[in-house]
């Protein structure tokens, strides 16, 4: 019977947790699920991204791989996501964190929860479940994110104004639906990212 994995990932530092809970194709890369996390955390995709991989055990060792984009100009020892299953570091014996956008910063904490039958009719990824939305893009971080959570909240705020037009509208913090995400085909993307850094 063919399976699905099932992760819960958290964005770092944020209370109450910005969280989804997505499930994605046994067979799937790394590059397929940084894909779907971006997709169902609501990111849009501009930045560099990694995956840290950690020993579980151990709380501060350094990190046993990267998994990203490749920079060929240097020297790094970041793995190639679609080249790698994520079935290889998928046992208790790792600690896995996403990062997206290296100014910002954003990490994400990624459980993985096991694997489950594969529902007939259920296209994958799908996102089952999670809370809050996501930081706008280029807010600042964690702290950044938090002021313009306030001010947006604060019409007499003397930046409201400012942040409500760079933001584009209102900005709603606990405003969150499972059923409204939409996944992008991660090969079509794996295409026109390797097309550009061509």
Not at 45 to 60: E, M, S, T, V
């Amino acid at each position: 019977m063919k399976q699905v994995l099932q992760f819960k990932i958290t964005l770092i530092d944020t209370e109450p947790a910005i969280w989804r809970r997505i499930q994605i194709a046994e067979n799937a890369t790394f590059w397929d699920l940084h894909v779907a996390i971006q997709d169902a955390m609501g990111w849009q995709d501009y930045h560099l991204h990694q995956f840290i991989i950690f020993a579980a055990a151990k709380k501060r060792t350094p990190p046993q791989a990267f998994i990203g984009i490749p920079d060929g100009e240097f020297d790094n020892d970041i793995i190639a996501g679609w080249e790698t299953p994520l079935d290889e570091y998928l046992t208790p014996e790792y600690r896995i964190i996403y990062e997206y956008d290296f100014g910002d910063s954003w990490e994400h904490e990624i459980i993985f929860e096991g694997a489950f039958p594969r529902v007939t009719g259920q296209k994958y990824p799908c996102c089952l479940a999670g809370e809050m939305a996501c930081p706008p893009e280029d807010v600042g971080g964690i702290p950044g994110f938090y002021n313009f959570v306030e001010v947006i909240a604060n019409k007499k705020d003397p930046e409201h104004k400012d942040m409500v037009e760079w933001h584009g509208g209102k900005f709603d913090p606990q405003k969150f639906d499972a059923r409204k995400v939409k996944f992008h085909n991660a090969k079509i993307r794996l295409k026109n990212m390797l097309a550009e850094v061509d």
